[in-house]
């Protein structure tokens, strides 16, 4: 099945800086992946939908300007929280799709922490 | 370290028959469990959850009990429509960080 990645793996930063999430898809090309937040006691959170060559579907209630989503090639789709705040802190997962298989593989997820 | 396990798809019912979707988790601690639906070319959606031994999580026509004894945690619906096609994810959280299963298809014919 694919593979999924994610970079970097753990994050701490001042309130106030940018920091950028990688998802790589490094054995299976993905037109789509997803983007989710996880709150500790908490479900799973769909933030957006990325969709390769086009701008990402944001869900309601996410701030676009804020969770910048780039999606620039079939293996490759990052995230950037721009203006981090200490409620951003959380554990951000992507996803990717495969509908010959109709399962998700998800990366190992990002835990964000902002001081 | 954590893990869940769900049964492989795809599972195939005709309307109106009974679903279980059987769901077993190892971990550590104390985790809250949950069933994740996605519909094609859709993210995943909670469908319902648990977040303490015994707990019932229903939805939608959905239920499932958290069995610490058994560490188990089975979707069940009475009567599946043709709607809930869709490919069904098990999954827990525990400090901070969640664990899936491998999702399982479901396929509901008229």
């Known amino acids: 099945g694919a593979v999924v990645s994610q970079h970097p793996s753990r994050v701490i930063c001042k309130s106030g800086t940018s920091v950028k999430i990688e998802c790589r898809s490094l054995d299976f090309q993905a037109t789509t992946m997803f983007w989710y937040r996880q709150f500790p006691k908490q479900s799973l959170m769909l933030m957006a939908t990325s969709n390769e060559g086009s701008k990402a579907t944001y869900e309601q209630g996410v701030e676009k300007d804020k969770f910048l989503i780039n999606h620039a090639s079939l293996t490759l789709s990052t995230l950037t929280v721009t203006s981090a705040h200490p409620e951003d802190s959380s554990f951000y997962i992507c996803s990717v799709g495969s509908s010959s298989t109709d399962t998700q593989y998800f990366g190992p997820g990002t835990r964000l922490t902002v001081l | 370290g954590d893990s869940v396990t769900q049964m492989e798809g795809p599972v195939t019912l005709s309307e109106e028959a009974f679903l279980t979707i059987n769901c077993t988790y190892t971990a550590t601690g104390y985790p809250s469990l949950f069933w994740y639906v996605q519909y094609p070319g859709e993210g995943l959606q909670l469908l319902l959850k648990?977040?303490?031994?015994?707990d019932k999580g229903s939805n939608k026509g959905f239920e499932a009990t958290y069995r610490k004894e058994t560490t188990s945690f089975h979707l069940e619906k009475g009567s599946v429509q043709v709607s809930d096609s869709a490919v069904y994810f098990c999954?827990?959280?525990?400090?901070?960080?969640?664990?899936f299963g491998r999702g399982t298809s479901l396929i509901v014919h008229p």
């Open positions: 999954a827990l959280e525990e400090s901070y960080i969640p664990t």
């Open positions: 648990a977040t303490k031994a015994d």
